[in-house]
């Protein structure tokens, strides 16, 4: 296995840190949030949809953010700063899901620790240029997802048993629950702090006498430059549909488990072997990317993606949730960090946080067009079957504009 330089592997402990994070956003806290909304009679249908909803909001949020923070986070001592701010709004909003709320305000906290998370993306995923080099970029980042599928297992598992003995040991289940989202907040935050202390920004541009209007000038030229680069143009589209799919699953999975009558425990589970799944087949894809093209695995990934969609619409039983949840780990290290590394080389490395904040438009932000998709076709069909068919879409126009931003 390669070996992680100081710097490479406090940059991967973080991914090990907010991925318990985000075990929560797939699994507990939609668990939750729905068992709330459906005690108070709200249909399935609705708590799903609304619960779409506030994923969408998060990405607007965060893409509107992403390259105004970014253009600034990139001059010389900005860079730490802003992704600190954005890493405690999460962790802090992390550990006030905890406090016994309504559906709406468990929500809205929601949508205040998931913007946090998202925003300190921004920044940290810009940070792979100043922690290594190019020919380990597609290695150090499949490290970065695969660590953070198998660390995240450890706060997940705690967390599931303490929902599951809740009773036995006397605490309830609100007073688990507040437990579960503390723990994970403190897990979070303690693996955050070796990058802190080592984090040095080494690409940058300088600091300005007025660094906000500059900001602003060189965000607007990054956009002119995106638009004439078509390489970058072609893939940053290509990559706005297939990893909207992406992440649409992984918010979206446990809720419609839920409404096909998957159990809370069988989703937990499964969702527990998709993340030690998906460890040793994302550092096998980094080591993949030395031997075969990252484009070829890139295509291999969004096909696979597709066949899952697909697969997943007619699902009914537990076991055909367990066998997606092993066919979307295969896939899921492997094709964000694949789009991650090699949106890192076809980029200028001085400008990396402004360029990974359109990334996060085409990425994580246009994850409010999928989580929207499946929302509004789940209301207005009755059915949560009809939204998830409908990415089989996101993953085709996917397919075709990545092919066209090879041929760039």
Same mark, same amino acid.
């Given at each position: 296995?390669? &070996?992680?330089?100081?710097? *490479? ?66 001059? %010389? ?19 006030? #899901? ?44 499949? &490290? ?50 070796? #990058? ?10 300088? %600091?300005? *006498? &007025?660094?906000?209007? !500059?900001?602003? !000038? ?18 940053? /589209? ?30 937990? #589970? ?46 009914? &039983? ?5 066998? #997606? ?26 400008? /990396?946080? !402004? ?8 990425? %994580? ?44």
């Amino acid at each position: 296995m390669m &070996h992680l330089t100081g710097k *490479e592997r406090d940059w991967v402990l973080y991914d090990v840190g907010n991925s318990a994070f985000v075990m929560l956003t797939a699994t507990v806290i939609p668990i939750c949030f729905k068992n709330v909304a459906e005690g108070t009679g709200m249909s399935a249908a609705d708590s799903t949809a609304y619960f779409s909803y506030a994923s969408s909001l998060v990405t607007v949020i965060a893409a509107v953010l992403g390259p105004v923070l970014g253009a600034v986070a990139d001059m %010389k001592g900005f860079k730490k700063p802003v992704f600190a701010c954005f890493m405690g709004i999460g962790v802090l909003g992390c550990a006030m #899901l905890g406090i016994p709320a309504g559906w709406l305000l468990f929500l809205g906290i929601y949508v205040i620790a998931k913007v946090g998370y998202q925003g300190s993306l921004t920044f940290y995923d810009s940070m792979l240029t100043d922690v290594t080099t190019d020919d380990r970029v597609d290695q150090v980042s499949a &490290h970065g997802y695969a660590w953070g599928y198998i660390g995240s297992c450890i706060p997940f598992v705690i967390s599931i048993l303490l929902i599951l003995y809740a009773e036995p040991l006397g605490l309830g289940s609100t007073k688990a629950a507040a437990l579960v989202f503390a723990f994970n907040a403190v897990w979070w935050f303690v693996l955050t702090l070796p #990058l802190l202390r080592s984090f040095e920004q080494i690409c940058y541009v300088e %600091k300005k *006498e &007025h660094p906000v209007r !500059e900001s602003f !000038e060189r965000l607007f030229g990054v956009m002119k430059d995106v638009w004439n680069n078509r390489r970058i143009f072609w893939f940053l /589209a290509a990559f706005f549909f297939y990893i909207d799919g992406v992440y649409t699953i992984i918010d979206m999975a446990t809720s419609y488990g839920k409404d096909v009558g998957i159990s809370d425990a069988d989703l937990m #589970l499964a969702l527990l072997l998709m993340q030690m799944v998906a460890f040793p087949c994302s550092i096998l894809f980094g080591s993949l990317a030395k031997k075969l093209e990252g484009g070829r695995l890139i295509r291999l990934s969004i096909l696979g993606y597709l066949v899952i969609v697909l697969f997943a619409v007619r699902m009914s &039983h537990a076991w055909e949730f367990w066998l #997606l949840a092993v066919c979307v780990a295969v896939f899921q290290g492997g094709i964000q960090a694949l789009s991650r590394s090699y949106f890192t080389r076809i980029i200028p490395k001085e400008q /990396a946080a !402004e360029y990974f904040g359109f990334y996060d438009i085409f990425g %994580k932000g246009a994850a409010f067009m999928g989580t929207l998709m499946l929302g509004a076709a789940t209301q207005l069909s009755g059915t949560s079957r009809t939204g998830i068919g409908l990415l089989s879409i996101l993953f085709l126009a996917g397919y075709v504009l990545f092919r066209r931003a090879e041929k760039a």
